[in-house]
């Protein structure tokens, strides 16, 4: 089936520097997408999240970017810090068809580990 | 955002017992989710909790196996029954209220001997 994936596993990055998170999705019907952030033994926290027609969103120091062409959405995050430490997962959003509520579920990429190098 | 409480946060089990895994929201939700969270792994969506009737189970997940309730629009539970082994994971507690982003709860880490 359709599934959410992510190209890099692991990424370090110098303390500073700019982080590039990338997320492939192949679900064109999705409309929906959300960047979550999960530290080391917690829950995924809501980063940011963006819709179908839009093709960029910023929050603070992050900013997710939505390529519907190739099916492509990133996650930018400025002047990283150590603890922006965690692993990072898109998630897209899948429209049920059997709920009368218009319930959804998300599908979740496999994660990326990001390491903050001081 | 809705604060999530999980309850146990973690637990060790003997295989073939049973464990109720609750989760309780500080304000009404629409949407309540069960995931599950292998080691090392991303989530997978166990089932939807729907208030005052039968949750809606995802694809290798059975209601035998995975029994939910969800009594009113702030609490439901999550037991998995008869554990082996293979069970080990964390199991996330997720709400959703209008079109607001889904959140989820610190989670519960279950290890089965």
């Known amino acids: 089936g359709e599934s959410v994936g992510l190209h890099l596993p692991t990424l370090s990055v110098q303390e500073g520097d700019n982080s590039i998170i990338n997320c492939a999705y192949s679900?064109?019907?999705?409309?929906?997408f959300i960047w979550y952030k999960q530290e080391s033994g917690k829950g995924p926290q809501f980063i940011i999240d963006?819709?179908?027609?839009?093709d960029k969103r910023q929050g603070q120091r992050v900013t997710v970017l939505l390529n519907k062409t190739v099916k492509h959405l990133s996650l930018q995050i400025a002047a990283t810090q150590p603890g922006d430490s965690a692993v990072y997962f898109c998630a897209e959003n899948m429209t049920l068809a059997y709920s009368g509520a218009g319930s959804y579920q998300l599908t979740f990429g496999k994660g990326t580990k990001l390491s903050v190098i001081p | 955002s809705a604060v999530i409480s999980q309850k146990p946060s973690r637990d060790i089990c003997q295989r073939g017992t049973s464990l109720t895994i609750q989760c309780q929201v500080d304000?009404?939700?629409?949407?309540m989710f069960w995931y599950r969270q292998q080691p090392g792994q991303s989530l997978t969506l166990i089932a939807t909790a729907n208030q005052g009737s039968e949750a809606t189970y995802e694809s290798g997940f059975v209601i035998d196996k995975f029994p939910i309730s969800r009594p009113n629009l702030t609490f439901s539970t999550l037991t998995v029954s008869n554990m082996s082994p293979e069970d080990s994971s964390i199991y996330l507690c997720s709400v959703r209220q209008g079109e607001q982003p889904q959140h989820f709860g610190d989670g519960t880490r279950l290890s089965i001997l």
């Open positions: 679900n064109s019907a999705s409309d929906y």
């Open positions: 304000s009404q939700v629409t949407m």
């Open positions: 963006i819709r179908s027609n839009m």
